[in-house]
């Protein structure tokens, strides 16, 4: 697949900040972060292919292909390095990103994501939702994911769960199952640990059952450079669950790597 033009909005002036959204979601996702850090960074929220306003397009959404739109973004932004975060799904992107462009991360971010490919029960889940999609539409996501996405403290806070139940009922189904079956193929990337030397967010819900703690505490334990954090009272949405902790994070790190790498 050729690269698309994404859609993204953008605020703030400063050290460029890329963040990725995750499935099934769109940029404004992470609109409180993007606020709070807008008056030091230039943050840039991209949707990604067949979310938000971008394109959708048929077929799968590898991982790679997902990335190889991104960097076609920095390229018109003519951002030669970038500081790129990844939720979830965006997290996967930005690892595909990684083998594709590494000279272009002035550091990385894993929000609620990991380096590991899809186990054969996983594959099976995901191939169970594209055939709920395929005769219910959306709300098939809506189902199957939302009761997974909240911690019990959070779950009863109405206003978190419109705001991503919305989220997800615009998805296409067509994109939907494209982004599906491209994270089921996308490639175990925990080879690329060792490797990473730029500094690296690992962000993580004490109550996730997606991507548990546990998980983030390997990961960090086998980057060179490392910053692991664990949002209390989260799950699978510490931006939305816990957005003032989170964007606060997100801020201590960022403003550590002014004293930690040097511009180029």
Same mark, same amino acid.
């Given at each position: 697949? /050729?690269?698309?033009?994404?859609?993204?909005?953008?605020?703030?002036?400063?050290?460029?900040?890329?963040?990725?959204? %995750?499935?099934?979601? /769109?940029?404004?996702?992470?609109?409180?972060?993007?606020?709070?850090?807008?008056?030091?960074?230039?943050?840039?929220?991209?949707?990604?292919?067949?979310?938000?306003?971008?394109?959708?397009?048929?077929?799968?959404?590898?991982?790679?292909?997902?990335?190889?739109?991104?960097?076609? @973004?920095?390229?018109? @932004?003519?951002?030669?390095?970038?500081?790129?975060?990844?939720?979830?799904?965006?997290?996967?992107?930005?690892?595909?990103?990684?083998?594709?462009?590494?000279?272009?991360?002035?550091?990385?971010? @894993?929000?609620?994501?990991?380096?590991? *490919?899809?186990?054969?029960?996983?594959?099976?889940? &995901?191939?169970?939702?594209?055939?709920?999609?395929?005769?219910?539409? !959306?709300?098939?996501?809506?189902?199957?994911?939302?009761? &997974?996405?909240?911690?019990? *403290?959070? !779950?009863?806070?109405?206003?978190?769960?419109?705001?991503?139940?919305?989220?997800?009922?615009?998805? &296409?189904?067509?994109?939907?199952?494209?982004?599906?079956?491209?994270?089921?193929?996308?490639?175990?990337? !925990?080879?690329?640990?060792?490797?990473?030397?730029?500094?690296?967010?690992?962000?993580?819900?004490?109550?996730?059952?997606?991507?548990?703690?546990?998980? *983030?505490?390997?990961?960090?334990?086998?980057?060179?450079?490392?910053?692991?954090?664990?949002?209390?009272?989260? *799950?699978?949405?510490?931006?939305?669950?816990?957005?003032?902790?989170?964007?606060?994070?997100?801020?201590?790190? @960022?403003? %550590?790597?002014?004293?930690?790498?040097? /511009?180029?």
């Amino acid at each position: 697949m /050729k690269p698309v033009t994404l859609s993204y909005s953008e605020q703030g002036q400063g050290d460029p900040l890329v963040l990725l959204h %995750g499935f099934p979601f /769109k940029g404004s996702l992470w609109q409180h972060q993007a606020r709070h850090l807008s008056d030091a960074y230039r943050v840039i929220t991209p949707d990604l292919r067949g979310f938000g306003q971008s394109e959708v397009t048929d077929g799968i959404y590898e991982m790679e292909v997902l990335a190889r739109d991104v960097l076609e @973004l920095l390229n018109r @932004l003519e951002l030669p390095k970038a500081i790129i975060m990844g939720h979830s799904m965006g997290g996967y992107v930005a690892l595909a990103l990684w083998r594709l462009a590494a000279e272009r991360f002035r550091a990385l971010g @894993l929000i609620a994501s990991h380096v590991w *490919a899809d186990s054969e029960a996983q594959r099976e889940a &995901r191939e169970q939702l594209i055939a709920q999609i395929l005769e219910h539409g !959306s709300g098939a996501v809506v189902q199957a994911m939302l009761p &997974r996405l909240f911690a019990p *403290a959070s !779950s009863t806070d109405e206003p978190i769960q419109e705001q991503a139940r919305a989220m997800m009922l615009e998805a &296409r189904p067509t994109s939907l199952i494209g982004a599906l079956r491209g994270m089921m193929r996308r490639p175990d990337s !925990s080879d690329l640990l060792p490797h990473i030397s730029v500094p690296t967010l690992i962000l993580c819900g004490d109550a996730d059952p997606i991507v548990p703690p546990e998980r *983030a505490e390997e990961m960090a334990r086998q980057l060179p450079n490392a910053t692991l954090v664990v949002v209390e009272n989260a *799950a699978h949405m510490p931006m939305l669950e816990q957005p003032q902790a989170t964007a606060l994070a997100m801020r201590t790190f @960022l403003n %550590g790597l002014r004293h930690a790498q040097p /511009k180029d």
